[in-house]
Nanobody, 118 residues
């Protein structure tokens, strides 16, 4: 059974940090490119960051490029999103997703809520 389970979300003040984790099981994690997306209330789902299967390449939404860092540990079947200098506009449900190639996504997690508010 394929599972992507996100964790690490919560309520944080502006300027704070959170580290999201996405634990994968049921498929060969090490050959999948991984991404993080987010969806704010009333808005479309938005790409946030991606990392290739080897970790050799990363990609970011422009507005998070200097604040967020995506990484992965293939030995632990986990992808991470370190989020620093958080802003209220980062408030959303964050999802991880797995792609075997061409950035078409085969598997999605259930999401974790991130709320940035004072």
């Amino acid at each position: 059974q394929v599972q992507l389970v996100e964790s690490g979300g919560g309520l944080v003040q502006p300027g704070g940090s959170l580290r999201l984790s996405c634990a994968a099981s049921g498929f060969t994690f090490g050959v999948y490119d991984m991404s993080w997306f987010r969806q704010a209330p009333g808005k479309e789902r938005q790409f946030v960051a991606a990392i290739t299967w080897s970790g050799g390449n990363t990609y970011y939404l422009d507005s998070v490029n200097d604040r967020f860092t995506i990484s992965r540990d293939n030995a632990k079947n986990t992808v991470y999103l370190q989020m620093n200098s958080l802003k209220p506009e980062d408030t959303a449900v964050y999802y991880c997703a797995a792609s075997k190639g061409n950035w078409s996504y085969d598997y999605w997690g259930q999401g974790t809520q991130v709320t940035v508010s004072s």
